[in-house]
């Protein structure tokens, strides 16, 4: 489960596993794990609305 969310976040964001370099892709889950409770609070307020 996790890992697809992570891939369906690096693509919401444009960003794709495959073409990114070590670096790059650490930078990319950090975003990432920045970016996993903000989706979730995101699909909160859209299914409470």
Known sequence: MGQCLMQHLASQLGLSSS?????????????????????ELLQQQQSAQ
Request: charged share 15%; aromatic share 0%.
């Open 19 to 39: 073409q990114s370099g070590g670096e790059r892709s650490s930078i990319i889950e950090q975003l990432i794990g920045a970016g996993l409770p903000l989706a």
